[in-house]
């Protein structure tokens, strides 16, 4: 009797760890984790029903208590090996994560045993719904994914955010005038992304339209040359206590649609130097040796940037980020964050591999953004965890 019992519990444990190791492999492959740089447990939710519908078919002729013992081990294995991987590769454990795959874990094993206890006249009718229920797992599951992982907006009343830039956002189609009028605006998807968060003000000049101290926040990506008047409104507006996002790029990597010097390409370096020896903050280009995308960390958010420059020396009151690529200050009263990379808005560096679905992110680029110019956006209910960037 005894000697039965352990027989069936090593069998359990054998089918428990086959299908946890199943859903954790699929998961770093076909769920994404490998090719995200990420260790979501969460990734996984789309592919836990085919390993729990191998289990359910190896003991469907078993006790109640036999099978539900099975998916158990199977579930608490797999929480188990999401949460060591997640401790070894990203140094934190969502437990949020955890608890919701173990949750929607239940529900696939639940409907895995219903699915193996149903005895079809033909043998091809399994097949074919056991094929249509994975299936259709799948796109529930990347259809619940996008929901969890999808940014909140800026709220209704939020004051909008004044942008001055000289990246080529807006009428990013090309071509001739005559062209880009006939096609209309043509926003460059970091554009769009943002003004579908909340309220943007685009403007030509910063000499009257800062914002007060009060009244919203400032972002000056890589702009054009900029008139002493408006470096002296910029720094008044910090000083008095505003909140300011600087994209300044020591040599911009950004694709020239227009042949070399016309002004409708985004400048090549940045024109905001005396600004930032205002600050005390120096700028440098990034080594010719950095030629590919990198992954920075900033506050728990993963941004990806391109050749970008290093900022430095900095004054006290700043901390830095990835090897002083992005830094925090404090001038004055107010906040800046500055950022020695114009690239880091475009699109091939932050957009989802697959369009709409913000669980498939590559970056926390827009979130993390969205979050600085306006209270409350860009969070959600479920969080990207990231591998730990290795920054040279």
């Given at each position: 009797?005894?000697?039965?019992?352990?027989?069936?519990?090593?069998?359990?444990?054998?089918?428990?760890?086959?299908?946890?190791?199943?859903?954790?492999?699929?998961?770093?492959?076909?769920?994404?984790?490998?090719?995200?740089?990420?260790?979501?447990?969460?990734?996984?939710?789309p592919l836990i029903l085919p390993p729990m519908l191998l289990i359910a078919m190896w003991q469907r002729d078993l006790p109640v208590a036999d099978r539900c013992s099975s998916y158990v081990l199977a579930i608490v294995l797999l929480a188990m090996a999401q949460a060591m991987l997640a401790a070894l590769l990203a140094g934190s454990v969502s437990g949020r994560q955890l608890l919701m795959t173990a949750v929607v874990a239940v529900?696939?094993?639940?409907?895995?045993?219903?699915?193996?206890?149903?005895?079809?006249?033909?043998?091809?009718?399994?097949?074919?719904?056991?094929?249509?229920?994975?299936?259709?797992?799948?796109?529930?599951?990347?259809?619940?994914?996008?929901?969890?992982?999808?940014?909140?907006?800026?709220?209704?009343?939020?004051?909008?955010?004044?942008?001055?830039?000289?990246?080529?956002?807006?009428?990013?189609?090309?071509?001739?005038?005559?062209?880009?009028?006939?096609?209309?605006?043509?926003?460059?998807?970091?554009?769009?992304?943002?003004?579908?968060?909340?309220?943007?003000?685009?403007?030509?000049?910063?000499?009257?339209?800062?914002?007060?101290?009060?009244?919203?926040?400032?972002?000056?990506?890589?702009?054009?040359?900029?008139?002493?008047?408006?470096?002296?409104?910029?720094?008044?507006?910090?000083?008095?206590?505003?909140?300011?996002?600087?994209?300044?790029?020591?040599?911009?990597?950004?694709?020239?649609?227009?042949?070399?010097?016309?002004?409708?390409?985004?400048?090549?370096?940045?024109?905001?130097?005396?600004?930032?020896?205002?600050?005390?903050?120096?700028?440098?280009?990034?080594?010719?040796?950095?030629?590919?995308?990198?992954?920075?960390?900033?506050?728990?958010?993963?941004?990806?940037?391109?050749?970008?420059?290093?900022?430095?020396?900095?004054?006290?009151?700043?901390?830095?980020?990835?090897?002083?690529?992005?830094?925090?200050?404090?001038?004055?009263?107010?906040?800046?964050?500055?950022?020695?990379?114009?690239?880091?808005?475009?699109?091939?560096?932050?957009?989802?591999?697959?369009?709409?679905?913000?669980?498939?992110?590559?970056?926390?680029?827009?979130?993390?953004?969205?979050?600085?110019?306006?209270?409350?956006?860009?969070?959600?209910?479920?969080?990207?965890?990231?591998?730990?960037?290795?920054?040279?």
């Amino acid at each position: 009797m005894i000697a039965a019992s352990r027989r069936s519990a090593l069998r359990a444990l054998t089918k428990a760890t086959v299908a946890a190791i199943a859903v954790v492999a699929m998961a770093w492959v076909a769920g994404g984790q490998a090719l995200l740089g990420r260790i979501d447990p969460a990734l996984a939710v789309p592919l836990i029903l085919p390993p729990m519908l191998l289990i359910a078919m190896w003991q469907r002729d078993l006790p109640v208590a036999d099978r539900c013992s099975s998916y158990v081990l199977a579930i608490v294995l797999l929480a188990m090996a999401q949460a060591m991987l997640a401790a070894l590769l990203a140094g934190s454990v969502s437990g949020r994560q955890l608890l919701m795959t173990a949750v929607v874990a239940v529900f696939a094993a639940a409907m895995a045993d219903l699915f193996a206890r149903w005895r079809p006249r033909f043998a091809l009718f399994r097949w074919a719904a056991g094929l249509a229920l994975a299936v259709g797992w799948f796109i529930a599951g990347h259809a619940l994914l996008a929901v969890l992982y999808r940014p909140s907006v800026a709220a209704s009343n939020a004051p909008p955010v004044t942008m001055m830039t000289g990246l080529p956002l807006r009428w990013s189609g090309g071509g001739d005038m005559a062209a880009m009028i006939a096609k209309g605006a043509q926003d460059d998807p970091a554009l769009a992304r943002l003004t579908a968060t909340g309220p943007v003000s685009l403007v030509d000049s910063l000499a009257d339209r800062v914002p007060s101290a009060s009244g919203g926040t400032l972002l000056v990506a890589h702009p054009r040359a900029l008139a002493p008047r408006e470096l002296v409104a910029i720094d008044a507006f910090v000083r008095g206590g505003g909140q300011a996002v600087l994209l300044a790029d020591a040599l911009s990597g950004w694709p020239a649609r227009h042949p070399i010097g016309d002004p409708r390409n985004a400048p090549v370096t940045s024109l905001l130097t005396p600004l930032l020896d205002h600050w005390g903050v120096g700028l440098g280009a990034a080594p010719a040796t950095e030629g590919d995308a990198l992954p920075i960390d900033v506050a728990g958010a993963r941004l990806r940037l391109f050749r970008a420059g290093r900022l430095g020396p900095l004054p006290p009151h700043c901390r830095a980020y990835g090897d002083r690529r992005v830094a925090r200050c404090g001038i004055g009263q107010g906040t800046v964050w500055l950022i020695g990379d114009a690239d880091l808005l475009f699109a091939a560096l932050w957009q989802p591999l697959v369009p709409r679905a913000p669980h498939l992110r590559q970056a926390d680029t827009m979130e993390w953004l969205s979050a600085r110019l306006w209270p409350g956006a860009g969070q959600s209910a479920l969080r990207p965890i990231w591998i730990r960037a290795r920054n040279p």
